[in-house]
């Protein structure tokens, strides 16, 4: 069957139109509403371009010289003489991951249970637990290491305690929603065969709901690898001290070395969690290293 | 072989696995420590002070003289307020530019779009680059140039943004259907009717929907890059942190972690509406 083109009349169209007018175009308000939007945030966007001032000599005197000075002086990259001091900060910086992002686990696991619905029957409890661990993440990994450096001093130690913070948040988050989604049967099962509170956990709960939690663990500590590397810019230790003091003292080419190090470093724990999780959990998800996921 | 014995070289197996990992993890464990001078003794010692500190950014507050005390807290609120409403714009000025830019990158990165292999690789390396340097760091290559302000703040949050906008668009670039595209090129479309009505209808909402997500995330962002100076809030809270005005932080912090879960629940709410119920049903 073929529909001859030239055989549809004007009238024709004419009365296509009545019957479906929003095949043809849009309504009156819709239209409205769609021009309303882009013309808000159009007028929006001019605004902020005039406040910060993008429309001004400045704004072109500073692209040039971001061109000729900044990016002309990070290549090529040079201060190799001091790659053992990169290298010793880069790996204490993997060291503020793994041990903040370990510590965070060991004080989410616990109150992770209390976090899930189905776990506990305190409703208040449950749902404080809830907004404490949103508290705790609501606030950026550089808040509480400024925050901890004032408290316990410039290190490494102030950067560890800052990841653990903010993943004790994360993985009461992550943990509870992984127990919420677990099968009941199991549990009920080892209830059914006399075991109590503790046996129902070990052998109903946790064979259920650990790979979740490990191919979690092991994704935070590959994002983590990437937070540590710029705490050390408010003082809390790691290869972003030295990242800030070479910008700060217009060492570009050593900072570009360091930056690449960086981005080697991280490229190599990505690739390592990702077999990691393959081989212990079969893990496959495809998950590309974004920044900031979650 | 009986089943007992091949359950058993079962069990035995996967002991030996499990150990094997429990002893990498160990050494994974004490090279950590090592490397960190990770010391418990430290830690606890900091515990005290950590919660001094914490209970020092809040001043007392009585309840007879409630409205006073919270006023004499916010004394700077008029300066913070505007600080706040600087770091929102920078954070939506990002946004847009960097969606802008992102967006128009992410048809060269999307296999499917882009004209050549190497314009494809080319711009995917730029784009990995835009997103793996932190913002944080992009704020000091930028303050080199711009000087200390919120123009230095904002670009660099933009760069980070082409960076993820242009990857996370080109893969819904890559994903689109290419029968409603047949569709309008067989009754006679040009290319830009092509692009208007088969290509944005399938990519806007998905399009919409990370925007906004992005959006929250650059709210965050622009409260820390004025940690090294590129403007914005942050900028007096580390001031008041330096200076040991506890109180002041303590009036910032709050006022931050209101603006950042606000955010959060309005940017949810429209990417659970109409726009994000689509984006989100892949």
């Known amino acids: ?294 | 072989v009986t089943f007992e014995e091949q359950y058993a070289a079962y069990r035995r197996q996967k002991r030996w696995y499990a150990a094997g990992f429990f002893i990498v993890f160990l050494a994974c464990l004490a090279a950590a420590w090592v490397t960190a001078r990770f010391d418990p003794l430290v830690l606890l010692n900091g515990l005290p002070r950590t919660t001094e500190f914490l209970v020092k950014l809040v001043p007392p507050i009585g309840m007879s003289t409630f409205g006073a005390d919270v006023r004499e807290w916010y004394w700077d609120g008029a300066k913070w307020m505007d600080s706040l409403l600087s770091t929102l714009l920078m954070a939506y000025l990002a946004t847009v530019l960097g969606t802008a830019i992102g967006g128009f990158l992410s048809f060269f990165a999307a296999r499917n779009l882009a004209q050549h292999y190497v314009v494809y690789w080319v711009t995917r390396r730029v784009l990995e680059v835009a997103r793996t340097v932190p913002d944080i760091v992009w704020a000091l290559l930028f303050i080199i140039a711009f000087g200390i302000g919120p123009l230095a703040g904002i670009l660099a949050i933009t760069v980070h943004t082409i960076g993820a906008q242009g990857k996370l668009f080109a893969e819904v670039n890559e994903n689109i259907s290419p029968l409603p595209i047949d569709g309008v090129r067989a009754s006679g479309g040009t290319w830009f009717q092509v692009m208007r009505f088969a290509v944005l209808p399938q990519v806007l909402p998905n399009y919409m929907s990370y925007t906004f997500w992005r959006m929250e995330l650059n709210v965050r962002s622009a409260t820390i890059v004025g940690f090294v100076g590129a403007g914005g809030i942050g900028h007096d809270l580390f001031t008041s942190v330096q200076l040991l005005y506890f109180a002041d932080a303590g009036a910032i912090l709050l006022i931050v972690v209101a603006t950042v879960m606000l955010i959060d629940m309005l940017s949810e709410q429209f990417r659970h509406s109409a726009i994000g119920k689509a984006a989100f049903a892949r």
């Open chain 1, 1 to 294: 069957m073929s529909i001859r083109v030239e055989a549809i009349t004007e009238s024709e169209i004419a009365a296509a139109r009545q019957r479906l007018p929003r095949a043809f175009s849009a309504t009156p308000t819709e239209r409205l509403r769609f021009w309303a939007f882009w013309g808000l945030n159009g007028a929006l966007t001019l605004y902020c371009l005039v406040r910060f001032g993008f429309l001004s000599g400045d704004f072109l005197h500073g692209m040039g010289k971001f061109a000729s000075v900044v990016v002309a002086q990070l290549f090529p990259p040079a201060g190799w003489a001091h790659m053992p001091e990169f290298l010793k900060a880069m790996g204490e910086t993997i060291a503020m991951a793994f041990l903040g992002t370990l510590l965070g686990a060991v004080c989410a696991l616990p109150l992770s249970f209390l976090a899930s619905r189905n776990m506990t029957r305190a409703r208040p409890v449950q749902f404080g637990t809830r907004r404490f661990a949103d508290l705790l993440r609501a606030f950026d990994y550089l808040i509480w290491a400024l925050i901890f450096v004032r408290a316990v001093g410039l290190g490494p130690l102030a950067g560890i305690m800052a990841i653990a913070i903010v993943e004790t948040g994360t993985f009461i988050k992550l943990y509870s929603e992984a127990i919420e989604n677990l099968d009941r049967k199991q549990v009920d099962g080892i209830a059914a065969a006399g075991g109590n509170a503790l046996q129902r956990v070990r052998f109903g709960v946790l064979p259920q709901v650990l790979p979740m939690m490990l191919s979690n663990t092991l994704y935070m500590f590959e994002h983590n690898v990437r937070s540590a590397s710029i705490l050390g810019i408010v003082g809390a230790g790691g290869i972003g001290f030295l990242l800030a003091d070479r910008l700060r003292a217009y060492a570009l080419q050593e900072a570009c070395t360091i930056i690449i190090l960086v981005i080697v470093a991280v490229y190599a724990i990505d690739w390592l969690s990702k077999v990691l999780r393959e081989r212990l959990i079969g893990d496959h998800r495809r998950r590309e290293p974004v920044d900031d996921a979650v």
